[in-house]
């Protein structure tokens, strides 16, 4: 049996990794600068990390929702008082996408409701309904299509508008992502979130905010959302909050009624997933990586701005969008195979996008910062030679 061929692959086979390196099997070294799409927040093989994983591990390791799991009470109560949520519920999966469906069905349950707006470039999973609020129609099979999802232009206040009063009493949510990723580091306008939320509020609409990529420290915030005066009736993680072990969740507004059987999961919060997430909430509120976001962040922004190539940079924290004047497809490679430096590409073709672990330091980041110069450089040098011949 082969494995089902969905995925473009670098010939990169890496075997070790600790803090922000990786290292393949031919011990070649690579600095990582994309966290495998922003999951590994504490750095690879944090040592509190393993710890507390293998000590779980000698305990036990699985069971069901069927019985008493006090280590998600614990995760519970850590994430609550580290994000400024303490009044929420929380709800654990596995991912992202899994966060979404869920989040996207207890909206509905909650106001009996069916249509759900989302934003151009959004992405949200690839599962049911998270792929059909997902703006991507090659990954949207027929099957996931339906009159119930509606589209609208990213930061257009007026389209929303128009949206609300042509489906009226009929929107159960509207689903943004906190910084869209994908999309290319697009960042939500100030006057957007707050219209969506009024609208929400006026229409018994559930806010759904996805801080899948965004959340975790990543935006130098907790949540990206909360440099805004706005507080979401759902939130969905997953991604960093685990550091690679997989696991998600919703933090549910106190609005939303449980009853038994509303949702449900068999892996969702076992007893690995949990230990692992305390030990990424232990290690961000030890070693002050929010903040550190922010600084390593702005380090990164001030060094690269004046850099050849660069048309804008969209970024907070250490979510950047470097977006170049061409493909950055090139730059991509030479930063790869050249410099041995992991970086990630976006929707749009022209934004190399970047997310280091949350505890990187200045001088790792002045190796992606150097390479990316000469990189950038070299794209001049290469049109010379070429104009000459």
Request: proline share 2%.
């Amino acid at each position: 049996m082969n494995l089902f061929n969905v995925y473009p692959l670098f010939n990169i086979n890496p075997v070790k990794a600790q803090g922000s390196f990786l290292w393949d099997e031919n011990g070649q070294q690579y600095l990582d600068f994309y966290g495998g799409h922003a999951v590994i927040s504490i750095g690879h093989n944090h040592p509190h990390y393993v710890e507390r994983l293998k000590n779980q591990l000698e305990k036990i390791s699985f069971y069901s929702n069927s019985v008493e799991n006090k280590i998600q009470q614990e995760l519970a109560e850590k994430l609550g008082l580290l994000s400024g949520y303490e009044d929420y519920s929380l709800f654990l999966c596995n991912s992202g996408a899994e966060a979404n469906e869920n989040a996207l069905k207890l909206a509905s349950f909650h106001n009996g409701k069916k249509k759900v707006v989302y934003f151009s470039e959004a992405f949200h999973g690839r599962t049911s309904a998270a792929v059909a609020v997902t703006d991507n129609t090659k990954i949207v099979a027929p099957v996931n299509e339906s009159e119930n999802f509606i589209k609208c232009e990213f930061n257009n206040s007026e389209e929303l508008e128009k949206i609300f009063a042509e489906n009226q009493n009929e929107i159960s949510a509207v689903i943004v992502e906190g910084i869209q990723g994908v999309g290319g580091i697009n960042l939500l306008t100030e006057d957007f979130i707050l219209k969506i939320e009024k609208l929400c509020k006026e229409n018994n609409s559930i806010l759904i905010l996805d801080e899948v990529q965004s959340g975790y420290g990543r935006s130098g915030k907790f949540f990206a959302h909360q440099e805004f005066d706005i507080k979401p009736d759902l939130i969905t993680v997953a991604k960093g909050m685990g550091n690679g072990f997989p696991i998600g969740g919703v933090l549910i507004s106190p609005k939303f009624e449980a009853s038994y059987g509303l949702l449900g999961t068999t892996f969702g919060g076992n007893h690995l997933a949990c230990v692992a997430g305390l030990a990424v909430l232990e290690v961000i509120e030890k070693e002050n990586l929010i903040q550190n976001s922010e600084k390593i962040g702005a380090y990164i922004e001030e060094k690269i701005k004046h850099f050849p190539h660069i048309k804008n940079i969209k970024r907070r924290g250490l979510m950047i969008g470097i977006e170049l004047d061409q493909a950055c497809a090139d730059v991509r490679k030479a930063l790869l195979f050249e410099h041995f430096i992991f970086t990630g590409n976006a929707n749009d073709k022209n934004v190399l996008r970047i997310l280091p672990a949350l505890n990187i330091s200045e001088k790792e980041s002045d190796l992606f910062i150097n390479a990316l110069e000469k990189t950038l450089k070299s794209i001049d040098a290469k049109k010379e030679i070429i104009e000459f011949k």
